[in-house]
């Protein structure tokens, strides 16, 4: 039953970043990816809310049969996985925080890390959360950069304006003695920026994308699933199948910044969840 | 009856800067504030869902006896308006385009008139189609400034960073000769970022405040109702009674940056809609 795809939701086109890295870690996997464009954010909505999205964008892509879940959004990792994996008991289900906040714990060599993502992901504090359930002893500096989210969904990833606010951002972290040797991007948004990150914490500062820790503990659930060789066999086809909530144009165009590739309009069906 | 409260919506805290201008201008009203942030951002949604939500917005209002109604919310405006006065026809019914649409026509010498909004608004034209309606042969630019919002609800409304941003979404449009006259803030979160705007265009470009505007509409729509003198008799106190429907804490700490006066978190009462 390797052909069968792996689902992947977002509030948004943020998840995108995960399923750029999913799709360079499993290249030949077939992905379903749904955006619930029609209600982000969900940031700023409650846990009961979140967790009842996120219960319908799981119900959706189980209808279309896949062999794994991946809650590619902070929030919804945040409020809603417990519910995910109890609605869905004989499926991997996989969300951003944890596989970030356990890489943050094994690439930090004094073990103080610093947290970045949104508003609503700092004030739930799960990241930091996670961190301490790892590390008890681990020192966590939590800040919200609220206008990354923007200028990702803009398209402003380099150049001096996003320089300048990565500072404005990072400086107060970073800039003294006794800063942290590990950031963690804990946002989907941010690694869309890493080029202007990268450039103003300091160069020995383990950065920690939350995109790239997802697909590694995917490919190591789906290992867990299937023993190496088994899945080649049935030849998966590599492909993405593109599902929306709301906006199939702006999805495709804003879309097309965090994945990396062209997200083709035409293929964005739209779905009433 | 004097007395009673007028009531403003809007999706969240930007509506603040139309209360604002309100009180500048009625000091001795009360007012009824309600921010739908448990539904925010209205921009991305759907003309039907914005208007089913106004809908019970504005019922909230009612019920508390308000003798006015200001849409504090530009995307509201341009879908609900209709609805609002045909569901309420005996209270007066003030959205933010029309005032400033309006205005601009008013104030602009050449008929060149550049509109700057969410990519909602600018993309669902609300503003463009007044000002046409009030000049056929009006020459209208229009540019969504996204990351604008952004920087408002952080409390970035000047400084280096500011005026960055605004050059890279203003200078395309002013560099030309034969560049607009007349620049339209059509968001209300952008009269929050006046200085570094003002700072951008060139001086001799008159900038419309749709805050502003929209409480000289609301100034004309009372006076309308009771002629000068009757409402003075009654003494208004001159309250704000805010109501939100999520995050008493954020709407106070970001909303106190729109209203420029303290938003009491104590005196945030959350509803239901």
Redesign the interface.
Known sequence: MGTRPIGVFDSGVGGLTVLRALRAALPNEDFIYLGD??R??YG???AA?VTRYSLQCAAALVLRDIRCLVIACNTASASALPALRLSHPSLPVIGVIEPGAQAAVAMSPGGHIAVIAT?GTIAGGAYQEAILRHKPDARVTARAC??F???A??G?NDG??AE??AH?YLDPIFAESGAPDTLVLGCTHFPALMAAIGSVVPSAVRIVDSAATTAAAVVQALRKEAPAGTAAASAPSGRVTWLAT??AA?FARVGTRFFGETVPVDAVQIIDL
Request: net charge negative; no cysteine; aromatic share 4%.
């Open positions: 464009t029609a982000l954010p700023t909505k409650s809310t508003e609220s206008l989210v923007a200028m969904e803009e402003w001096p304006i300048a606010v404005r709301d906006g702006r």
